[in-house]
Structures are given as structure tokens and as C-alpha cells.
């Protein structure tokens, strides 16, 4: 039995919400209180596994920003190739889990100098983002007597439409420009760097298969071309994700089949022939994560303002600011929302807002639920993902909410 908006892999028990198979009411004894997050690593396994089911050979790595916690970054490395960090704590975490240091690619386009330090003496590869970074690179290289291994971010001439967030195309903060990066390889080769290969990355939150198969083929084509300029044989080719998950009531979920039809033909066609034994990576945040995770959250207050029934929960937008609508999203949608138990009797419309002092704090406008008050849990679903760690915590002034792995 489920309720409308739900993500498929959720299960009731006796009228409640299980998490990880415990009753939410007995999760929130257990983890002491509310607001938290709980997620499912059953739900994480099966994703990857899903992926791997899709996709053919490819190196899988986690992009961890999407979702850092320590152990389920512990649960991750026991699933995934390899990470993509993009700062130092990122790579401490990732390093914990026992990953090997070469199977780690550190990005992000204002890496300091001690972070490339730190990645260069722990074996990680750096994707170099620009001139500017690689001199630095060299530098921190020399330094400490250890050849950096490199990769080259690129971005890429093309523009992938259908993205939640677009990475790619026109000018960009991230990578170096498609026509600039021979020069960029010929450095390389000039200071004795260890070439590892090319990351493309150019969008993010993509539900629309045929464009993702395009912006892969493109990409294919476009390191293929780089890649005679290379300073050695490419091992690593990157081509990002940006595989998306459903949040909104229109949102069908992303067709994994024709993307893994498209890539085997790619590397069949072109890497195989082309670029030798270069492993493929694709590498996804959000799609391994963000289904697995809830927010819960308790009621505090219902209250009628002029006709509106109000249920005030004891989280908020400073804990899951993306469910309030306020990151990066061009119009305000819900994310779905429901109440720990199925009721019976009429479900009710009501908005569920958090308990900072803005009108920002919205997790669910007109939303229907069973009739549900004071001391009722609520849970916000598609948290897995850009949850905790992309939000404002210090906002208010409020308790930062625990994080749980069942
Ligand atoms: C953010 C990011 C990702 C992850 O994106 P998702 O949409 O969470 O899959 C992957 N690669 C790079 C370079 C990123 O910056």
C-alpha cells in the first residue's frame, strides 16, 4: 500500500512508514528525536544495481557531494568503482572508506593549493580546471617530489538541454574551453605530469533519456578528437551523469535502457577502436542517493490562518532547503510529502511549513494528508540527495537534525 508521490521501494507496516524496515515511530525513538534524516541503504544497493543491470562495463564512481555522510560513503565504496571529491574533506572521506587513491578524481574550480597538495601526496587525480591551476599543479607536484596524476576537465562546445542545471557550453566557471585544451595537454606533457584523461561534466537532474544518449555521444566524440593531442594514451574518460531522479508529480522516472543501449554501442563503435583499454566512467550523485533518503520531521502546531490549515513542523528549509524550493529552482513545486501513518477517513489539504521565521519555509503548499496535528511525524521524501549538506543549518539558530543509515 502506498500513497501518491511516494517513490517506489517505500514500504508500510500496519498503517505506518517503514524506513529501512523499522516503523518511523520506533526510528524516532531509536535515533532520539526529530528532525533527521534517515537513509536506505537496501534502497542504495538496489540502485547501483539497477545501474550496473543498464549500463555495460563501465567504471561507476559517486559523485559525494550529493551526499557526504561517512558511512554511507562506507556503504557506497563497498558498491561504486571509485569517488569524484570536490574538496579536501570530501577526499578524507572518501579515503576512509578504503577506496583505492587511484580511483578517486578530485574536481571543483577553486581547488587551493593545499587541497592539490593534499590530493597529489594522498594519489588522487586532480581534473585540472584551468592554466592557471595546472601551473599551481606543477608547482605542489615539484614540491613534494610526486608526479600528479591529472585529468582534464573540459568544457565542452556543446550544450545539453533537458538539465535540472546546466554545466557545459557557452563560457563556464568549470574546466578548461574544448578549443584551449591542447595547449593544455601540451603543458602537460611538458612538465612530466601522468595523464590519466578527460571529465566531461555538462548537466545535472536530466530526466530526458534521448538528450543524456546525445550529450554522451558528443562527449565521445569531442575526447576522441582531444585525445590525439594527448600526452599518452587516455585511461580514464569521464563523461559525467546527470541522471535524474522524479521529483514533481509530472516527473517520470529517467529510462535507463536506451542509455545503456547507446553507451554500448559508443564503446563498441568508437571507444574500443579509438582510445584502446580507456575505462568509461560515469559518474552519478543524485541518482544513487536521492530516492533513499527522508526527512522527518514532527508536528509542532496546526493552526487556520483565513481559511488555510497550517500543520508547523519542527524542520525546515535550513535543514532541506531544496524541498522549500529555494535551490536553483526556477518555480516552486512540491516534493512529495506525506504523514508517517496512512489515516483513515478523508485525507485533508494542508501546508506544511518549517519553523524558521520566513515565508521561504515551505515544504509543502496545499498538500493532501491524513488528518494530522501535534506530535504526528511528517516526512519529505527525495532527501537523499543535496539534502542536509546543501543547506543553510546555521539559519535560526536551530539544533542541526541527526543523520541515520538503516
Ligand atoms: C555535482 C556533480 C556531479 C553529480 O551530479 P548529480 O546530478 O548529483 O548526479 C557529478 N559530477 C560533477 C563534476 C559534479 O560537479
Same mark, same amino acid.
Given at each position: 500500500m502506498s500513497a501518491p508521490g511516494i517513490p517506489d521501494g517505500y514500504r508500510w507496516s500496519s498503517g505506518q512508514l517503514t524506513v529501512g524496515g523499522i516503523p518511523l515511530d520506533r526510528l524516532a525513538a531509536r535515533v532520539g528525536g526529530t528532525p533527521f534524516f534517515a537513509y536506505d541503504r537496501r534502497l542504495v544497493t538496489e540502485r547501483v544495481a539497477q545501474v550496473r543491470a543498464a549500463l555495460p562495463e563501465v567504471h561507476l564512481r559517486y559523485a559525494v557531494k550529493a551526499n557526504p555522510m561517512p558511512a554511507l560513503l562506507a556503504h557506497l565504496g563497498q558498491l561504486v568503482d571509485g569517488f569524484d571529491v570536490a574538496s579536501a574533506l570530501e577526499m578524507r572521506h572518501a579515503l576512509d572508506t578504503g577506496v583505492p587513491a587511484d580511483r578517486i578524481s578530485f574536481a571543483g574550480p577553486g581547488k587551493t593549493t593545499a587541497e592539490l597538495s593534499a590530493a597529489v601526496a594522498a594519489g588522487v587525480t586532480v581534473e585540472v580546471e584551468s592554466p592557471g591551476e595546472l601551473e599551481r599543479l606543477r608547482a605542489v607536484s615539484e614540491g613534494l617530489g610526486i608526479q600528479a596524476s591529472v585529468a582534464v576537465r573540459v568544457n565542452p562546445d556543446f550544450a545539453v538541454t533537458g538539465s535540472g542545471m546546466r554545466m557545459g557550453g557557452g563560457p563556464q566557471q568549470f574546466g578548461t574551453d574544448a578549443e584551449r585544451v591542447?595547449? #593544455? #595537454?601540451?603543458?602537460?606533457? &611538458?612538465?612530466? #605530469?601522468?595523464? +590519466?584523461?578527460?571529465?566531461?561534466?555538462?548537466?545535472?537532474? %536530466?530526466? +530526458?533519456?534521448?538528450r543524456i544518449c546525445q550529450a554522451q555521444r558528443r562527449t565521445v566524440e569531442l575526447v576522441v578528437k582531444l585525445a590525439a593531442e594527448a600526452p599518452g594514451p587516455v585511461r580514464h574518460l569521464n563523461i559525467g551523469g546527470g541522471f535524474g531522479i522524479p521529483y514533481f508529480p509530472k516527473d517520470r522516472p529517467l529510462d535507463l535502457a536506451p542509455i545503456g543501449a547507446n553507451l554500448a554501442r559508443l564503446l563498441d563503435d568508437v571507444v574500443r577502436p579509438l582510445l584502446g583499454d580507456a575505462e568509461v566512467v560515469v559518474e552519478l550523485g543524485r541518482y544513487l542517493v536521492?530516492?533513499?533518503?527522508?526527512?522527518?520531521? &514532527?508536528?509542532?502546531d496546526r493552526k487556520v490562518s483565513r481559511g488555510t490549515t497550517y500543520l508547523v513542523v519542527d524542520g525546515g528549509m535550513h535543514h532541506q532547503l531544496a524541498a522549500s524550493g529555494n535551490f536553483g529552482q526556477v518555480i &516552486? &513545486? %512540491?516534493?512529495?510529502?506525506?504523514?508517517?501513518? #496512512?489515516?483513515d477517513g478523508e485525507p485533508e489539504t494542508v501546508t506544511v511549513v518549517g519553523s524558521l521565521c520566513t515565508p521561504l519555509d515551505l515544504l509543502g503548499k496545499a498538500v493532501r494528508l491524513p488528518r494530522t496535528g501535534p506530535g504526528d511525524l511528517v516526512v519529505v521524501f527525495q532527501a537523499g540527495a543535496y539534502g542536509l549538506t546543501a543547506s543553510p543549518v546555521r539559519f535560526l539558530s536551530h539544533p542541526e537534525p541527526v543523520e541515520v543509515l538503516v
Open positions: 591542447p595547449e #593544455l #595537454l601540451a603543458a602537460i606533457g &611538458r612538465y612530466g #605530469l601522468a595523464f +590519466d584523461g578527460f571529465h566531461v561534466f555538462a548537466g545535472s537532474q %536530466n530526466l +530526458d533519456a534521448e536521492g530516492e533513499a533518503g527522508v526527512y522527518v520531521t &514532527r508536528v509542532v &516552486r &513545486r %512540491n516534493y512529495p510529502v506525506a504523514a508517517g501513518r #496512512l489515516g
